[in-house]
């Protein structure tokens, strides 16, 4: 069992950045891959990065490539992500998840364990 607590979110202007961090309980938190989502108002959840186990291998979503960077401590059974340039489409609430799948995957449903979101609002 692992549980996932998102922190970080808030009111950004256009441009500016936040790093969201998910704090994950449990010993075997570096088994897993972890990946971050969003969902705004009336879209289905997306897919933002995922990071492997070991955080040598990463991967975006074209949306956010080079504006977004994703990044574990496995000592801290932490992982974050690092939001610059952020636009007013980035708005949305943004979800941690693990998966024990490997390789890592992008759909929601490879994940399964979530935390509750914390919003991220990018004024223009």
């Known amino acids: 069992q692992v549980q996932l607590v998102e922190s970080g979110g808030g009111l950004v202007q256009a441009g500016g950045s936040l790093r969201l961090s998910c704090a994950a309980s449990?010993?075997?938190?570096?088994?897993?891959?972890m990946g971050w989502f969003r969902q705004a108002p009336g879209k289905e959840r997306e897919f933002v990065a995922v990071?492997?186990?070991?955080?040598?291998?990463?991967y975006y979503a074209d949306s956010v490539k080079g504006r977004f960077t994703i990044s574990r401590d496995n000592a801290k059974n932490t992982v974050y992500l690092q939001m610059n340039s952020l636009k007013p489409e980035d708005t949305a609430v943004y979800y941690c998840?693990?998966?024990?799948?490997?390789?890592?995957?992008?759909?929601?449903?490879?994940?399964?364990?979530w935390g509750q979101g914390t919003q991220v609002t990018v004024s223009s």
């Open positions: 998840a693990a998966s024990r799948l490997v390789p890592y995957r992008v759909a929601p449903d490879a994940y399964d364990y």
């Open positions: 449990g010993r075997t938190f570096s088994s897993y891959a």
């Open positions: 990071i492997n186990w070991s955080g040598m291998s990463t």
